[in-house]
């Protein structure tokens, strides 16, 4: 048997040191959200991208959801790229898979000051054209939708964080009586569709949610169709603000109804079992502050896999920001969501799911006075995977030197490693191996893996 520096057997030091960690499986909640949530009389939505919408991502989309909002295929850019020139195809093909998987869709969104076309905010255009090109958008829009959408957010983002109006083609050009106006407009292309403002950082009580208040309050009293009201909620780990329930229950008792329309809660990657659990706390109270008030009507996720979402290249080194991770594996932050709507849940994180799984082992396979070779193996049984990324923090000041059969990186004490071209796939029943060399000094303890 080969000996090592320390003198013990292969074998020995293996079986010491080696460490098992469960990740959730391919495993959803026996109750999908969808009918979690009718079961609460509330519907519950991700946003999507229409090429998408086939395979597993497709199946998830169609099981586990009763609403889909375009991510960006209704935007004006997307919709008419060049002045009287449309495209509707990603649009069409999302309503289609709505319609065919009985779902709602929120339409996204008729006003913004981003994402319009350059012809349009490039140009020159008097007060009355603006109006005039506003209408017309608003018009052939909805109206090619309509009796299809279930709901608009025809005004997107109208505020500044101080609560004063946001300066935007819109605002500029027309005043703020262009959210009346646009408002109007999509009311009589599809009277039946709900008319929202949706917006950001509004989701406690702050001077931004006062605004939209007093906004919503003040169209109410002057007749303008306002049904609703969305909160994005695109939050960071921990942050959920106190006062999001009494906010939601403030623009209910306006007579509108609420729905959270972009959920989200990113994380510092490499993300760790602590934080996914705290994620899975943050969706959770989100997900019942929604429940707790009768006119919030639909809690919606901005992407529900790590896969597709706006995080990491908005913010670099956060993400990890939706329910299910890029392996479209039900993550903590998935189970919340089915408690809050009354389901059992199950993956809490810690407890490993009952119909398979894949595991992460770490060893030390020989050590010297300065540095040590070492290995991960991931197992699977029951389930398979298409890929992995296996995740450590050293504790002693180890670093990684090189590595084989897996890129790894290493940003001061955490380490990530992911899967070669060759070797992503562990079938069920079997496992890949990948190893490292590695340095330190005084202890080289062995460190928690978990399996992203
Ligand atoms: O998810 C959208 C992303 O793909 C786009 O690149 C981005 C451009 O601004 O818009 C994202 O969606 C936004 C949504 O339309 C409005 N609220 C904020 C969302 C995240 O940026």
Same mark, same amino acid.
């Given at each position: ?113 981003? %994402?319009? *076309? =350059?012809? +349009? ?6 007060? &009355?054209? /603006? $109006? ?106 921990? %942050?959920? *603000? =106190?006062? +999001? ?6 623009? &209910?008792? /306006? $007579? ?109 396979? =020989? ?86």
């Amino acid at each position: 048997m080969r000996s090592l520096g320390l003198g013990l057997p292969l074998a020995s030091l293996l079986t010491g040191v080696a460490l098992l960690f469960t990740a959730p499986a391919a495993h959803a909640a026996d109750t999908p959200l969808r009918d979690l949530a009718a079961a609460q009389g509330k519907v519950v939505g991700t946003a999507v991208t229409g090429s998408k919408l086939t395979g597993t991502y497709g199946d998830i989309t169609g099981a586990q959801f009763s609403s889909l909002t375009p991510g960006n295929a209704m935007k004006w850019e997307s919709v008419e790229p060049t002045r009287g020139t449309f495209n509707w195809t990603e649009a069409d093909q999302i309503v289609a898979f709505a319609q065919a998987h009985h779902q709602q869709v929120r339409g996204h969104t008729l006003v913004w000051h981003s %994402q319009n *076309p =350059s012809w +349009l905010t490039n140009g020159s255009w008097t007060s &009355a054209q /603006l $109006g005039s090109l506003l209408q017309n958008h608003i018009s052939t829009e909805v109206g090619r939708y309509k009796g299809k959408i279930t709901a608009w957010d025809v005004v997107n983002e109208p505020f500044n964080e101080d609560g004063s109006y946001r300066s935007s083609i819109w605002y500029n050009g027309l005043g703020s009586g262009y959210i009346a106006s646009a408002l109007t407009w999509a009311h009589a292309a599809d009277p039946d569709a709900k008319l929202y403002i949706n917006d950001y950082n509004v989701e406690g009580v702050n001077a931004k949610s006062d605004a939209l208040y007093n906004l919503v309050k003040s169209l109410k009293a002057q007749g303008v169709p306002i049904d609703g009201v969305g909160l994005q909620a695109h939050l960071i780990l921990g %942050q959920v *603000p =106190s006062t +999001l329930q009494q906010n939601i229950q403030r623009f &209910a008792d /306006l $007579g509108v109804d609420v729905a959270i329309t972009e959920l989200d809660v990113r994380v510092q990657l490499p993300a760790d079992a602590t934080e996914l659990a705290q994620q899975k706390s943050d969706f959770k109270s989100v997900v019942a502050a929604c429940a707790a008030v009768t006119r919030c009507v639909n809690v919606t996720v901005w992407g529900f896999t790590d896969a597709d979402s706006w995080v990491p290249s908005t913010f670099p080194g956060y993400g990890a920001a939706t329910p299910y991770d890029e392996n479209y594996q039900p993550k903590p932050a998935y189970y919340g969501i089915a408690e809050a709507l009354g389901g059992s849940g199950s993956g809490g994180g810690t407890t490993p799911p009952p119909s398979g799984a894949c595991t992460a082992a770490y060893g030390v396979s =020989s050590q010297w006075d300065t540095g040590f070779t070492g290995q991960v193996t991931i197992s699977c049984s029951g389930v398979s995977l298409a890929s992995w990324k296996v995740n450590w923090t050293f504790g002693a000041g180890q670093r990684i030197t090189q590595a084989w059969n897996a890129t790894c990186t290493q940003s001061g004490t955490a380490v990530s490693c992911a899967n070669a071209s060759y070797n992503g796939a562990v079938p069920d029943g079997g496992s890949v191996t990948f190893g490292f060399n590695g340095s330190f000094s005084g202890s080289n303890p062995v460190p928690t893996v978990t399996l992203g």
